[in-house]
C-alpha cells in the first residue's frame, strides 16, 4: 500500500518572470508578509513530503539565499538553461536521489501564493485512492487563453494536456485547464520524462506531455478539478500580485473575524500571513499588521496603526501608532502619533503619548511617556513620569549611551538627560534641566538659571506695536519711566518669589558648566519644578 504521505514536492521556480519588469526574481516578491515562493511551500509543508526541491534558474542565487535562511531543509536545484517544464522536473528528480516506482511526488508551480493546503492534500489523497500513475489538478474558467487544455475522452477520461499553443481550433474551446499542479507516481514518472521530445511549439520539454505518455501506455491517470479556480492563478506581473495580495488580505481578515476578531474596516485592514491574533481583539480601520506581530486579547488597535513585529499585550490600546519590533504590555495606552522603534518594551498599564519617538528604551510597568518626548537606550523603573518635550540624549556624535532612570522618579518638562546618566528611585528633575550627572535616589536636581525681568522693554523697544498697546492698557508707563533705557539688558535683582523657591542644596553639582562650552552662566529661562508651576 502506499503511504498517504508523498515522498517528494518539486517546486518549479526557474522561470524568469519577465512580466514582473524586476531584479528581484518573480517568486521573491512579497504579499501578505511572505515572498510568492514562501506562500506555496508553506500550503506544500501540510504534505509534510520527506523531501522538497524548489528548482530555481534566474536569480538562483537570490531565491537559494532565501531558502537556506527561511526553508533551510528545501534543497535548491539549479535548472541552468530552462528547457521546459519537464526538463526542470527531470533535473529536480535526479537531485533528490533515489525513489521507489510507487513513491509520490507532488509537482507545482512557485508562482501560485493562493494555493491551498486543503486544496494539495485533498489533490494526494484522490492520487492515492485511485491508484493513479498521474493526477492533474484542473479549473474550469472563462477564459482558458494561454493555459494548457484538459483534453477528455468519451467517457470523461483524460487523455491528455495540449498547450494552447499547440492546440487546435477545437482543443481550443476546452474551458477544463491544467492548472500546473500534479500528484505522480515516480516509476511512471520517470520513465515518461525519459520519453519527452522538444517537438512542440516552443521547442521545450513539457511536463504535460507525461499524462499523454502514461494513458498510451496504459497508466491510470485521473484529473481532479479545483473548487476555486482562484486558487491556481499564478502571479506574472505586478497587476497579478496586487490581487493575489487582496485575495490573501480578505482570506486572512475573514478567518480573524472567524476566531473572534473585530475588524470594522476588512478592506483597509492588511494582515500578514504570519500574524497572530487573540480572540476578542478589535482591530479599527487602515491598520497593517506586519510579521510576526502579536495582539493578545481584548487589545484594540488603530485606527492608523502599522506594527511590524510587535507584541500587543492583553488589553491594550494602540492608537495611529508606527512601531516595530516592539513590545507593549497588558493595558498599556500607546497613540496617537507614537513612533515605537525597535528594542522598545513598554510595561503593564504604561503610556506612550502624541509625539513620542521610543528607541531601545525599557519603560517599567505604569510609566509613563505622556508627550513630546525622545527615549533612546534607555532603562526606566516603575511608576515614573517622564515631562513633556524630555530628550534622552543619547548620541554624542561618536557613540551612543545609555540612561537609566529608576522608579517613582519624575522627570521635569524639557529636561535633557545627556547619557551617560543615571536618576535614582523617586527623584526629580526641574523643567527646562539639562541633567548630565547622576541624581541620587529621592534628589531635587535643577539647573537654575535666574530669570531676568528688563521692565518696560516692549515699550522702548517696541513702540506702536499691538505688544506695547497692551502693555500700556495694562497699566505699564511710557519710554524712560522704568529702569535705565540705555542699559535695557542689565540684569535685575531676582524677585521675591524666586527667591523664595526651594533649591536643593546639591544644585551646583548638576552640571558641571566649567565642561560645557554651550550652556553658559546666566541663561533666561526658570528652572521650574514640579507642582511649584503655580509661581510666576
Ligand atoms: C504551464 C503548463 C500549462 C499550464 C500552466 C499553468 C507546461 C508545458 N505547461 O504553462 O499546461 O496551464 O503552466 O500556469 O508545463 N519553469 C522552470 N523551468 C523551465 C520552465 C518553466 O522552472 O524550464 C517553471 C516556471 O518558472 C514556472 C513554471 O515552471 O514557475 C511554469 O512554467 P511556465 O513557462 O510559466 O509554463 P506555462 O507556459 O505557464
Ligand atoms: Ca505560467
Redesign the pocket.
Known amino acids: 500500500m502506499t503511504s498517504s504521505r508523498p515522498v517528494a514536492v518539486i517546486i ?6 519577465k512580466r514582473m519588469r524586476s531584479t528581484r526574481p ?2 521573491l516578491h512579497h504579499i501578505a508578509g511572505r515572498s510568492l515562493l514562501h506562500h506555496v511551500l508553506s500550503a506544500a509543508g501540510a504534505l509534510a513530503a520527506a523531501r522538497t526541491a524548489v ?1 530555481v ?1 534566474h536569480g538562483r542565487e537570490q531565491v537559494a539565499a532565501m531558502l537556506a535562511e527561511q526553508a533551510p531543509e528545501v534543497v535548491p536545484v539549479v ?1 541552468d ?8 522536473v527531470r533535473v529536480a528528480l535526479a537531485a533528490l536521489g533515489e525513489l521507489a516506482p510507487g513513491d509520490t511526488v507532488v509537482v507545482l ?4 501564493p493562493l494555493l491551498t493546503s486543503a486544496t494539495l492534500t485533498a489533490l494526494v489523497a484522490q492520487h492515492h485512492a485511485r491508484a493513479a500513475a498521474a493526477t492533474v489538478l484542473s479549473a474550469v474558467i472563462d477564459d482558458a487563453t ?3 487544455r484538459v483534453v477528455r475522452d468519451g467517457d470523461g477520461a483524460v487523455r491528455a ?1 495540449v ?2 499553443r499547440d492546440a487546435d481550433a477545437a482543443t481550443a474551446t476546452i474551458r477544463e ?4 499542479v500534479y500528484a505522480f507516481a515516480a516509476g511512471p514518472l520517470q520513465t515518461a520524462l525519459a520519453r519527452l521530445t522538444r517537438d512542440n511549439a ?1 521547442g ?6 507525461v499524462v499523454g505518455l502514461l494513458v498510451a501506455a496504459g497508466q491510470p491517470v485521473a484529473a481532479r478539478v479545483v473548487d476555486d479556480p482562484g486558487e ?1 492563478g ?1 502571479v ?1 506581473d505586478r497587476v497579478q500580485l496586487a490581487a493575489a495580495g487582496r485575495v490573501l488580505r480578505d482570506r486572512i481578515v475573514e478567518a480573524a473575524m472567524r476566531a473572534g476578531t473585530t475588524v470594522v474596516d476588512p478592506r483597509t485592514t492588511w494582515i500578514d500571513a504570519d500574524v497572530t491574533l487573540e480572540p476578542d481583539t478589535t482591530i479599527a480601520p487602515n491598520t497593517f499588521l506586519h510579521g510576526r506581530t502579536h495582539v493578545a486579547r481584548g487589545a484594540v488597535i488603530g485606527p492608523e496603526c502599522t506594527l511590524t513585529d510587535t507584541t500587543v499585550g492583553a488589553g491594550a490600546t494602540v492608537l495611529r501608532t508606527t512601531a516595530e519590533r516592539a513590545e507593549i504590555g497588558a493595558g498599556a495606552v500607546v497613540g496617537p502619533y507614537s513612533h515605537l522603534r525597535p528594542g522598545t518594551r513598554l510595561g503593564r498599564e504604561g503610556k506612550i503619548g502624541s509625539f513620542v519617538e521610543t528607541k531601545s528604551a525599557d519603560l517599567g510597568n505604569q510609566t509613563k511617556v505622556p508627550h513630546l518626548a525622545y527615549v533612546g537606550d534607555a532603562v526606566v523603573g516603575e511608576r515614573s513620569n517622564i515631562g513633556c518635550t524630555t530628550v534622552f540624549v543619547n548620541y554624542d556624535g561618536v557613540a551612543k549611551h545609555r540612561t537609566v532612570i529608576g522608579s517613582d522618579v519624575r522627570i521635569g518638562s524639557d529636561t535633557m538627560l545627556v547619557a551617560p546618566v543615571t536618576v535614582g528611585d523617586g527623584a526629580y528633575t526641574g523643567a527646562g534641566s539639562v541633567i548630565r550627572e547622576d541624581v541620587p535616589p529621592g534628589a531635587l536636581a535643577v539647573r537654575e538659571g535666574r530669570q531676568r525681568i528688563i521692565e518696560g522693554w516692549v515699550s522702548r523697544r517696541r513702540p506702536g506695536s499691538p505688544a506695547a498697546r497692551a502693555a500700556a492698557a495694562a497699566g505699564v508707563q511710557a519710554p524712560g519711566s522704568a529702569g535705565d533705557p540705555e542699559h535695557p539688558d542689565e540684569m535685575p535683582q531676582p524677585s521675591a518669589a524666586e527667591a523664595a523657591v526651594p533649591i536643593p542644596a546639591h544644585q551646583g553639582d548638576v552640571a558641571h558648566r566649567s565642561e560645557l562650552p554651550h550652556t553658559g552662566e546666566g541663561e533666561a529661562g526658570i528652572a521650574g519644578i514640579p507642582g511649584a508651576g503655580s509661581r510666576t
Open positions: 518549479l521556480a526557474a522561470g524568469e518572470g518573480k517568486v528548482v534558474g535548472q538553461r530552462q528547457h521546459g517544464t519537464g526538463h526542470a508551480p512557485g508562482d501560485t494561454g493555459y494548457g494536456i498547450e494552447h485547464i491544467n492548472t500546473g516552443q521545450e520539454e513539457y511536463l504535460t506531455d491556481a499564478g506574472n
